[in-house]
T-cell receptor, first 110, second 118 residues
Framework: SQQGEEDPQALSIQEGENATMNCSYKTSINNLQWYRQNSGRGLVHLILIRSNEREKHSGRLRVTLDTSKKSSSLLITASRAADTASYFCATGRLSQKLVFGQGTRLTINP | GAVVSQHPSWVICKSGTSVKIECRSLDFQATTMFWYRQFPKQSLMLMATSNEGSKATYEQGVEKDKFLINHASLTLSTLTVTSAHPEDSSFYIC??????????????FGPGTRLTVL
C-alpha cells in the first residue's frame, strides 16, 4: 500500500512564484526522497533527506523533514516553466524498497 | 553517471503475445533492480524486486507467472509480460540501486516503457 500521501494533488502557479508540496507518511523511515517525473518519462531523483536531518538544500530546492509529525515538504523557489512536472515523495528504509506517494502535479504558468 | 536505460521505449502488441522489456544500468553495476507499473496520472506501484543471480521477490497481488523477471547480470534485468491482455497496458518503469555509489538508498530510474496491448 502507498505510505506517502501528498498534498496538494495538483498545484498551478505563475512563473517566478514559489511552489510548496507536502508529503506525509505513516511508519518509521530511514530516509525520504523526492523525485520529479515529466509527462510520460521516467523519474529523476531530486534530493534525499535522512531521518536524522531536518532540512536540506539543493539549488532552488529546499526539503524539510519532521519525523515527529511524519511529514516532509518540498519547496521550489523562483519557479520556471521547466519545473512543470509531477513530484513524488518516496520513503525508504535502508536496503529496502521505496514506497511512493500519490504525487503532486505542478503546473507553472508563463 | 548512474544512467539506466530501458528498451523498448514503447511497444504495441496483440493480445496473447509476450513482450520483453529490458532494463540496463549503463555505467554502474546494479545488484538490485526494481520494476514498477504506473497507470495514467497515478503513482508508481512496485511489482517486484530483482536481485542479480536470484529469484525476484514479487509484491502481493502480482502474478509471477504473468510477469517474468530475470536479472542475469549486474547490468541487465528483463521483464517479460506473458500472454499479454489489454488490461496489462501500462507504463512500466525500472530502477536500479548500486551499493557502490555514494547515495546507497537512491534509486536511478529508467525512462519507462509504454506497453499497449490491442
Amino acid at each position: 500500500s502507498q505510505q506517502g500521501e501528498e498534498d496538494p494533488q495538483a498545484l498551478s502557479i505563475q512563473e517566478g512564484e514559489n511552489a510548496t508540496m507536502n508529503c506525509s507518511y505513516k511508519t518509521s523511515i530511514n530516509n525520504l526522497q523526492w523525485y520529479r517525473q515529466n509527462s510520460g518519462r521516467g523519474l529523476v531523483h531530486l534530493i534525499l533527506i535522512r531521518s536524522n536531518e531536518r532540512e536540506k538544500h539543493s539549488g532552488r530546492l529546499r526539503v524539510t523533514l519532521d519525523t515527529s509529525k511524519k511529514s516532509s515538504s518540498l519547496l521550489i523557489t523562483a519557479s520556471r516553466a521547466a519545473d512543470t512536472a509531477s513530484y513524488f515523495c518516496a520513503t525508504g528504509r535502508l536496503s529496502q524498497k521505496l514506497v511512493f506517494g500519490q504525487g503532486t502535479r505542478l503546473t507553472i504558468n508563463p | 553517471g548512474a544512467v539506466v536505460s530501458q528498451h523498448p521505449s514503447w511497444v504495441i502488441c496483440k493480445s496473447g503475445t509476450s513482450v520483453k522489456i529490458e532494463c540496463r544500468s549503463l555505467d554502474f553495476q546494479a545488484t538490485t533492480m526494481f520494476w514498477y507499473r504506473q497507470f495514467p496520472k497515478q503513482s508508481l506501484m512496485l511489482m517486484a524486486t530483482s536481485n542479480e543471480g536470484s529469484k525476484a521477490t514479487y509484491e502481493q497481488g502480482v502474478e509471477k507467472d504473468k510477469f517474468l523477471i530475470n536479472h542475469a547480470s549486474l547490468t541487465l534485468s528483463t521483464l517479460t509480460v506473458t500472454s499479454a491482455h489489454p488490461e496489462d497496458s501500462s507504463f512500466y518503469i525500472c530502477s536500479a540501486r548500486a551499493p557502490g555509489l555514494a547515495r546507497t538508498d537512491t534509486q536511478y530510474f529508467g525512462p519507462g516503457t509504454r506497453l499497449t496491448v490491442l
